[in-house]
């Protein structure tokens, strides 16, 4: 009497291989992504109502009642074209036109060569005059614009 132990490789077929993907893993992960986004979605979509400011990026053009003050290479500052003696003298001028209503803005156009000293002692003139609207011009970055 024998005994046959292991296939032997008789090719009767008894082997049959699963060529098939179990999708089970996968089902069970897609199941528990649908959780937490319905979880989450609502969370998300509550928020308070508001009306959110649009961006503007608008160039601004020089207005007549604006003030443009120039400081050159040199440190000497200018109203307009004027040359301004010193610093006292322009907080004087400046006085006389922040009591205008609408108050002027100064719009400072300092060489890119000064020294950062005169365009602060320019700054703090338009401060002990009293003006609020106090701002810079710039170049605009090469290739901006169209």
Not at 40 to 65: C, H
Not at 88 to 117: C, F, M, T, W
Not at 120 to 128: H, P
């Amino acid at each position: 009497m024998a005994m046959q132990v292991g296939t032997g490789g008789s090719g009767d077929g008894d082997e049959q291989f699963n060529n098939t993907i179990n999708t089970t893993p996968m089902v069970d992960v897609m199941l528990v992504l649908l959780i937490i986004f319905m979880i989450t979605v609502p969370v998300i979509t509550q928020t308070i109502k508001l009306e959110l400011p649009v961006e503007r990026n608008i160039p601004l053009m020089t207005k007549p009642e604006n003030i443009t003050i120039a400081v050159n290479r040199d440190g000497d500052v200018f109203w307009g074209t004027e040359r301004i003696p010193d610093i006292e003298a322009l907080v004087n001028r400046l006085k006389v036109e922040s009591i205008k209503e609408p108050q002027p803005e100064v719009h400072i156009r300092g060489d890119q060569g000064v020294r950062y000293e005169a365009v602060g002692r320019v700054v703090v003139a338009c401060q002990r005059a009293g003006i609020f609207k106090v701002g810079f011009i710039t170049e605009p970055p090469a290739g901006a614009g169209g």
